[in-house]
């Protein structure tokens, strides 16, 4: 059975130019055949509270979900709540199973509406920003 | 999928769905038309006159910002000739109020505006941290509500400005209509749709030139143009039943996002059976100039969220009153309403008498809208409410002294 890596690695400094990562195995000193995609999120109108109040990370994540299918955004919602959410109210950013009302997505500054949402395959370089309509100032 | 084009441009990439219409527009076009609008809503309402000087309620948060932006575009594309300034109020918050003023300040200078900052402290001898040490923080957002009314005239009238704009949105007056609605109480729904409030008598209106704007569009303006904005919500403020209005708002605009639009226009059609009340959809569409309700009745509210608290259930009750007392006659029930309406014909506004809780029409004391003894703020009542609170404030902390 091939080893998998499924810890999130993630730099909070710098953003990694080389999009797929080889992740080495724990033992042996080879290679996973795993790419790891490295992707960046953005989160913005009070969702940073959420991320251990860090507007940017960078994040490595499967290239393909657990059905061996391409990374979507929808995944990567569902990785960020498992792996990168510190705060334990993951009901403030999904709901239902969808990312919560108010909460705007933008790929590549465009909105995630015009791009399949959640259907939207992730691709090498990507940013996504997540910004919250929902507070106040 | 290939990226749609702009339907404006033709040749940019869209990077916004409009809400409203749907329409895929690019980045500046999009940017365009979101000024235009606001400035379509400001022409054709009537908003400003050459020369007036003119306050911006700022917060620090993404409306005013936004407010404070496209206001400052508009002025000089469209030479307005307004002196713009930005007002803020300092609540006496920390964590929160301390560090929004921050962005303020910032956007003072990124926006050449000056600013004033007006107190609790100063005006009330009261930070709202020391109003909740004393009270709790049940029933504390009356407290600050009440307040910051008065508090954005005072620094108004400081400035010798006589016009306070606020960042309250489409989604913001969706939301009271929908609370109004929920609560019965059509009168101060008919209030909270008009973009002017104030008459003759306060000395200080209140306009929302963003009244039309959705929020989606608010933030993508702030984030397509860098603005430096602040969020967070107040650290003091959860209140259940806005925040359940507001969730249903944005689940419907996520089902139907006209629904936002379409809330604010039925609102407005629902402000025009309330008695004394008028307001406009756009006053592009008909000569109505009475867009004018009790400034009483404009609450400044917690950031973006208009009328939070329900504090000036007095005042606005007063005012019901005399109302009601003038339409008496006109009072009918609905089944001989609908009867006269069809008999009438349409055009002609019906008024519909208001109840009080029990159902019964209101009884009839006339009480004259006059100024507090105290402070001298519009008050129907001897003593306004602010100083009331002020009172019971002051009582406790004497008992804590002792």
Redesign the interface.
């Known amino acids: 059975m091939p080893h998998r890596s499924r810890s999130p690695s993630i730099s909070r400094e710098s953003i990694s130019t080389f999009p797929f990562q080889r992740q080495p195995c724990c033992k042996g000193g080879s290679f996973c055949h795993i790419s790891q995609l490295t992707w960046h999120a953005a989160f913005?109108?009070?969702l940073e509270?959420l991320f251990d109040n860090q507007r940017r990370h960078s994040v490595s994540l499967p290239a393909v979900n657990d059905d061996g299918k391409p990374a979507t955004v929808g995944f990567l919602i569902d990785y960020l709540c498992k792996n990168l959410m510190k705060d334990p109210r993951v009901d403030l950013f999904v709901l239902d199973k969808h990312i919560?009302?108010?909460i705007?997505v933008?790929i590549n500054?465009?909105?995630w509406?015009?791009?399949?949402e959640e259907a939207y395959v992730i691709q090498p370089h990507d940013n996504i920003?997540f910004?919250?309509?929902?507070?106040?100032? | 999928?290939a990226?749609?084009l702009c339907a404006n441009c033709m040749t940019e990439?869209?990077?916004?769905?409009r809400p409203k219409n749907h329409a895929?527009l690019c980045?500046a076009c999009f940017i365009t038309v979101f000024e235009d609008e606001v400035h379509h809503t400001i022409t054709s309402s009537q908003l400003f006159y050459p020369g007036e000087k003119v306050a911006i309620g700022a917060?620090?948060?993404?409306?005013?910002?936004v407010l404070a932006s496209v206001l400052k575009t508009l002025n000089e594309r469209h030479g307005y000739g307004l002196e713009l300034v930005l007002l803020s109020i300092d609540e006496g918050i920390k964590g929160y109020r301390d560090d929004?003023l921050e962005?303020v300040k910032r956007n003072a200078v990124q926006y050449d505006m000056p600013l004033k900052v007006v107190g609790y402290d100063e005006l009330y001898g009261w930070t709202m941290d020391q109003v909740v040490e004393t009270i709790g923080k049940k029933g504390n957002c009356t407290y600050c509500g009440v307040f910051r009314r008065q508090a954005l005239d005072r620094g108004a009238k400081m400035l010798g400005i006589k016009h306070v704009v606020t960042g309250h949105n489409a989604?913001d007056v969706a939301e009271t209509v929908l609370m109004n609605l929920l609560r019965g109480d059509l009168a101060r729904l008919s209030r909270s749709t008009s973009i002017v409030t104030g008459d003759s008598r306060s000395e200080v209106k209140r306009s929302k030139p963003l009244k039309y704007s959705y929020?989606?569009e608010?933030?993508?303006y702030a984030?397509?143009k860098k603005l430096d904005?602040?969020?967070?919500?107040?650290i003091y403020?959860p209140e259940a039943f806005r925040g359940s209005a507001?969730?249903l708002i944005?689940?419907l605009?996520?089902v139907r996002p006209t629904a936002i639009l379409d809330i604010v226009r039925s609102g407005e059609d629902m402000a025009r059976l309330v008695p004394g009340e008028s307001s406009s959809s756009c006053a592009c569409r008909g000569q109505n100039t009475g867009a004018f309700a009790s400034a009483e009745d404009d609450i400044g509210g917690?950031?973006?969220?208009n009328g939070r608290t329900a504090g000036n259930e007095m005042a606005v009750m007063d005012k019901q009153l005399r109302d009601n007392e003038a339409h008496e006659g006109l009072e009918t029930d609905v089944a001989k309403t609908m009867a006269e309406s069809k008999q009438r014909g349409h055009g002609q506004q019906v008024k519909l008498g208001l109840r009080s809780e029990n159902g019964a029409p209101h009884g009839v004391t006339r009480q004259i809208l006059g100024n507090c003894k105290r402070c001298g703020y519009m008050s129907s009542q001897e003593i306004c409410q602010a100083c009331m609170l002020l009172e019971g404030l002051n009582k406790n902390r004497a008992k804590i002294q002792i």
Do not use: N, W
């Open positions: 913005r109108g009070g509270m919560r009302p108010g705007l933008l500054d465009a909105d509406e015009l791009e399949g920003l910004v919250s309509t929902l507070h106040g100032g | 999928m990226p749609a990439r869209a990077v916004i769905k895929k980045k917060s620090g948060g993404k409306d005013s910002t929004s962005t989604d929020e989606k608010i933030v993508l984030h397509h904005y602040f969020s967070t919500e107040c403020s507001r969730g944005k689940q605009e996520r917690c950031g973006s969220q």
